[in-house]
């Protein structure tokens, strides 16, 4: 358990601190993360990386010559906004352009995507690669649904040492994407970790027992078994990865591969060692040579009892970049060469609170979309108790809670905002990260979504039509449905989302005006949110939670339908006073 | 606890295995250990580090370019044998002589010092620095006393480093000790850990609760309390050491030093982190310029919940050495310059079975001597039910296994010796040797330093005559009080020894004949063995084993009176028949 904290909700604030106190001339804090503390080759590429916190080295562990140039720190294990990914990647940017790379997850691939707009937008070239290396979590079939573990070292090193290399930003897809490709990883728990503050762990498993292939939190595995020896795991881990051979490895009797044996937290170093002498044993008979292999905490989540083996099947660029000298606070080997201490007055650090110009038209659009955004917080408090209850069915019951800090975040940012004179699409997107941010879980992340797909569409020049929010809709509605994978009758707020957007699109290509066609797709959304809710006593949660799926299941759809229809009554109130 | 094993006895030798391949162009295996693979400078001092397994980084993650040139690696907590460091140290041996460096448990400081006695006899100039960092183990009046913890890594960096600068053997000791003096670490403990196999952990701290100052093998702490805040608890540590600072730092405020801020297994770098951030800030507020700290796991003890900081007070000198390049499995620091692997063939590796060359005379002894070890062996095996039944009485009930598996490995390496043509000092050591890797604990300890003793005072030229044999006793008397700190009266097999060997040398002195001394002897030894056993059911337990105590209390004076009687009875008949 996690015995040492002051306020839990501290907790990663303070040991980021902490972390950059220590480690003060490798890294440095910037908003959002930290950026390495020494100079970089002007016009190379910048490698940012990023996740939840509780998994160290994992991410800011691996900042420093030779590995990441930069690491976006979320909350514990929870995605860092697309504003703490931006502001990273902005400070750590050299001039050609950035690679965001985490792991796949449904809130990283969320947040490390609207990032990506955002810099692609101000002409900063932005490519991501999402790691996918655990084999358990998906089929070679849906290897892109894959999750990422432990195989975030080796795919972060090879994309950092070709940045490091100058190669240009495409060169640097393309070396990480085949080391992404070439990394397989396999892992197995024996107990999960607590929170700071918490009162249980995550995740248990049965005393005794191993979950094989569970997530490292707490994502459901293939299999439970009784824990076997040592020399018993290792060929587990190693037979199933010996099955998998990456595209390009035609047999394992002569290849070359690094190897990774990681300990999750309290699995430890002499038991790791134990485990690799047989891991090394078999290998060696596969005809597998191993090149500078890693055993120890490469990736952990807290003090989770776990171990994963990973191996990464070199070629010999990729065998070049895994030799190539790296000096993270975590990961060290060869001989950097010395570098400067950046100037930090130098540092591109996007104030999150600038406002950038606006027309005058879009700050009297501004306004409107405020009056909007303070009824969805008032209907969204007077609700909170109501959509916790409703959660607590299905859910978790904090989807109230979650939804109430949310919409007040958002609603006195953006007043804030309009105070100084924000168009109406920096207002939405200071809102959504407001909200993101705040909110916290998956409802925040959806609904920071769903305003900066509505702020990228309107911008900041014009009033927006119509027919522009109609496409600003359209835009939150597939953003999330592309990031989130819920389909209608997947019980989620897509349900509601889909008939909603649908209908205002077609009324306002009829010619409807705002109002109305907002009006009657209000309509549909509440019939579409009381189907929902109805089946809610009968077929309990839509989906669990531990596939990321999207959303809280029906509370989701029901707190969307009051704010459709509290927008309406603003929209109405709008028309009616000219 | 500790999860992942094959047969528990195999664990540290599997580990070891697993370690070496893991980090085969840094270290390679000899005997008794691990070296550097890399080649040293010629004529430079090695640094020779040790100590029980289980405590990874320490001791062999901290061998490589820049730190130790070799470890001696025990069992799980337990002591190398002076055989396994005397080999390591030859092995690692560049011509300018050998630092031993290890942490003050008795054990280590036993075999150490055997270690260090057989260098010097061969001509290997030797000395010795035992680590004493931990403040809450004695007082500063007794600093000699306190016991090494995660100070270990400053101590062996610096010695390493000065080493490596080419400082003469007198010179790297004056830094070494300079630095060993300078570090003070105070630790703290949530819960204990659990050897491989076994049913619990080695010790507990109340749920909810914290030890302060325990040991890192459950040795008595200070005093217990509440778990205390992140905060607090750097308050706690930082506030204690700023109350000693060590001679030579007239205040802190302006004072240099380094931080270690040490995980013990369970506490988690992030929690390590949030406690560094008040510990960083309070040290500022003091005053003191931090130089490079370390903030994880650098000396553990298995899984372990416990937390340690260390204070190491630079000056220029040792500032330098502590920022010199490292790169050890577990320690990487700078740039080292490239070195060429060792060849394996120069190695001087000692062969533990070689038999030197002896008088015909000692020959004929090593018969003698033989017949009393096989004796030896007799009385314990018959014996070792109810030795092992007393022990249970005050002690944990091992040491009739013990001794059995000791002596009976004694005997089979003495006739295996006699057979190959030893002399009687050869002899001795090997069958001191044998006990001590075999029977393990401190009764294996106490047995191999007794022969060794012996086997130094009698040697291979001469047939020992009766005032060499009570040197001999003597030496061995000595050194068992030297190193184990017990007094006649502590209830230990000292309250036998000692009249034994007064009454030996007396009655040799008087001109008595072996036999006839040696069976006075005896007498008194018996009755000094009664008057110890017949305490116990009254006073119980004699010293706490956690002190580290000599010897398993009074079954231990049981067994040596045994012994001396059974050898009695082999010396009579050697006489009668000439």
């Given at each position: 358990?996690?015995?040492?904290?002051n306020?839990?909700?501290a907790?990663?604030d303070?040991?980021t601190?902490?972390?950059?106190?220590?480690?003060?001339w490798?890294?440095?804090?910037?908003?959002?993360?930290?950026?390495?503390?020494?100079?970089?080759?002007p016009?190379?590429?910048?490698?940012?990386?990023?996740?939840?916190?509780?998994?160290?080295?994992?991410?800011?562990?691996?900042?420093?010559?030779?590995?990441?140039?930069g690491?976006?720190?979320?909350?514990?294990?929870?995605?860092?906004?697309?504003?703490?990914?931006?502001?990273?990647?902005k400070?750590?940017?050299?001039?050609?352009?950035?690679?965001?790379?985490?792991?796949?997850?449904?809130?990283?691939?969320?947040?490390?995507?609207?990032?990506?707009?955002r810099?692609?937008?101000?002409?900063?070239?932005c490519?991501?690669?999402k790691?996918?290396?655990?084999?358990?979590?998906?089929?070679?079939?849906?290897i892109?649904?894959?999750?990422?573990?432990?195989?975030?070292l080796t795919?972060?090193k090879?994309?950092s040492?070709?940045?490091?290399?100058g190669y240009?930003?495409?060169?640097?897809v393309?070396?990480?994407e085949?080391?992404?490709?070439?990394t397989?990883?396999?892992?197995v728990?024996?107990?999960?970790?607590?929170?700071?503050?918490?009162?249980?762990?995550?995740?248990?498993?049965?005393?005794?027992?191993?979950?094989?292939?569970?997530?490292?939190?707490g994502?459901?595995?293939?299999?439970?078994?009784?824990?076997?020896s040592?020399d018993?795991?290792?060929?587990?881990?190693?037979?199933?990865?010996?099955?998998?051979?990456?595209?390009?490895?035609?047999?394992?009797?002569?290849?070359?591969?690094?190897?990774?044996?990681?300990?999750?937290?309290t699995?430890?170093?002499?038991?790791?060692?134990?485990v690799?002498?047989?891991v090394?044993?078999?290998?060696?008979?596969?005809?597998?040579?191993?090149?500078?292999?890693?055993?120890?905490?490469?990736?952990?989540?807290l003090?989770?009892?776990?171990?994963?083996?990973?191996?990464?099947?070199?070629?010999?660029?990729?065998?070049?970049?895994?030799?190539a000298?790296?000096?993270?606070?975590?990961?060290?080997k060869?001989?950097?060469?010395?570098?400067e201490?950046?100037?930090?007055?130098?540092?591109?650090?996007?104030?999150?609170?600038?406002?950038?110009?606006?027309?005058?038209?879009?700050?009297q659009?501004?306004?409107?979309?405020?009056?909007?955004?303070?009824?969805?917080?008032?209907?969204?408090?007077?609700?909170?108790?109501?959509?916790?209850?409703?959660?607590?069915?299905?859910?978790?019951g904090?989807?109230?809670i979650?939804?109430?800090?949310?919409a007040?975040a958002?609603a006195?940012?953006?007043?804030?905002?309009?105070?100084?004179?924000?168009?109406?699409?920096?207002?939405?997107?200071?809102?959504?990260?407001?909200?993101?941010?705040?909110?916290?879980?998956?409802?925040?992340?959806?609904?920071?979504?769903?305003?900066?797909?509505?702020a990228?569409?309107?911008?900041?020049?014009?009033?927006?039509d119509?027919?522009?929010?109609?496409?600003?809709?359209?835009?939150?509605?597939?953003?999330?449905?592309h990031?989130?994978?819920?389909?209608?009758?997947?019980?989620?707020?897509?349900?509601?989302?889909?008939?909603?957007?649908?209908?205002?699109?077609?009324?306002?290509?009829r010619?409807?005006?705002?109002?109305?066609a907002?009006?009657?797709?209000?309509e549909?959304?509440?019939e579409?949110?009381?189907?929902?809710?109805?089946?809610?006593?009968?077929?309990?949660?839509?989906?669990?939670?531990?596939?990321?799926?999207?959303?809280?299941?029906?509370?989701?759809?029901?707190?969307?339908?009051m704010?459709?229809?509290?927008v309406?009554?603003?929209?109405?109130?709008?028309?009616?006073?000219?």
């Amino acid at each position: 358990m996690t015995r040492l904290f002051n306020d839990p909700a501290a907790f990663v604030d303070e040991a980021t601190e902490g972390f950059v106190a220590a480690h003060a001339w490798r890294v440095r804090q910037v908003p959002g993360g930290v950026i390495r503390s020494t100079k970089s080759e002007p016009d190379t590429v910048a490698v940012v990386i990023g996740g939840g916190s509780g998994h160290y080295p994992a991410f800011a562990g691996l900042v420093g010559q030779g590995l990441a140039h930069g690491a976006a720190m979320g909350n514990l294990f929870a995605s860092p906004s697309a504003q703490q990914i931006y502001s990273v990647a902005k400070a750590a940017n050299n001039g050609a352009g950035v690679l965001l790379s985490y792991g796949n997850y449904a809130g990283d691939v969320l947040h490390f995507g609207q990032a990506r707009d955002r810099l692609v937008s101000e002409g900063i070239p932005c490519e991501m690669v999402k790691v996918i290396d655990d084999v358990s979590s998906a089929s070679l079939e849906e290897i892109n649904k894959r999750r990422g573990i432990a195989g975030d070292l080796t795919v972060f090193k090879i994309a950092s040492a070709a940045a490091e290399a100058g190669y240009t930003l495409d060169e640097v897809v393309r070396v990480t994407e085949a080391a992404n490709l070439r990394t397989r990883s396999f892992g197995v728990a024996f107990d999960g970790c607590t929170l700071p503050g918490a009162d249980d762990a995550l995740f248990h498993v049965p005393e005794g027992k191993m979950a094989v292939g569970l997530g490292i939190h707490g994502e459901p595995g293939i299999s439970e078994q009784e824990i076997p020896s040592a020399d018993e795991l290792a060929e587990l881990l190693v037979g199933r990865l010996l099955e998998e051979l990456p595209e390009g490895v035609e047999r394992a009797n002569g290849a070359r591969a690094s190897v990774l044996l990681n300990g999750l937290g309290t699995i430890k170093y002499e038991e790791l060692f134990v485990v690799y002498r047989r891991v090394n044993r078999l290998l060696e008979e596969a005809g597998v040579r191993i090149v500078e292999p890693e055993v120890g905490e490469l990736v952990t989540s807290l003090d989770m009892a776990g171990a994963s083996l990973t191996l990464f099947w070199l070629d010999e660029e990729l065998e070049r970049f895994w030799h190539a000298p790296a000096d993270a606070p975590a990961y060290r080997k060869g001989s950097v060469a010395t570098a400067e201490q950046i100037d930090a007055a130098e540092l591109d650090i996007p104030d999150p609170d600038a406002i950038p110009p606006a027309s005058e038209e879009s700050r009297q659009s501004a306004g409107r979309v405020l009056a909007a955004i303070e009824a969805t917080r008032e209907v969204i408090v007077e609700n909170a108790e109501e959509l916790g209850r409703i959660d607590a069915v299905a859910g978790d019951g904090d989807h109230g809670i979650g939804m109430e800090r949310g919409a007040r975040a958002a609603a006195e940012t953006a007043r804030d905002a309009a105070e100084r004179g924000a168009g109406a699409g920096t207002l939405l997107r200071m809102a959504g990260d407001a909200w993101a941010d705040r909110a916290g879980g998956t409802s925040g992340a959806i609904w920071g979504a769903a305003l900066n797909a509505l702020a990228a569409t309107i911008g900041d020049e014009t009033a927006p039509d119509a027919a522009t929010i109609a496409r600003g809709v359209e835009k939150a509605r597939d953003n999330i449905m592309h990031f989130g994978k819920a389909q209608v009758g997947d019980k989620t707020l897509i349900d509601v989302l889909v008939p909603f957007s649908e209908t205002l699109t077609e009324q306002v290509n009829r010619q409807a005006s705002l109002p109305d066609a907002w009006g009657t797709a209000v309509e549909r959304a509440h019939e579409a949110a009381q189907a929902t809710a109805d089946l809610t006593p009968r077929i309990g949660r839509a989906r669990p939670l531990a596939e990321k799926s999207i959303g809280t299941p029906d509370a989701g759809a029901i707190s969307l339908a009051m704010i459709v229809r509290a927008v309406h009554d603003v929209l109405q109130e709008q028309a009616s006073n000219g």
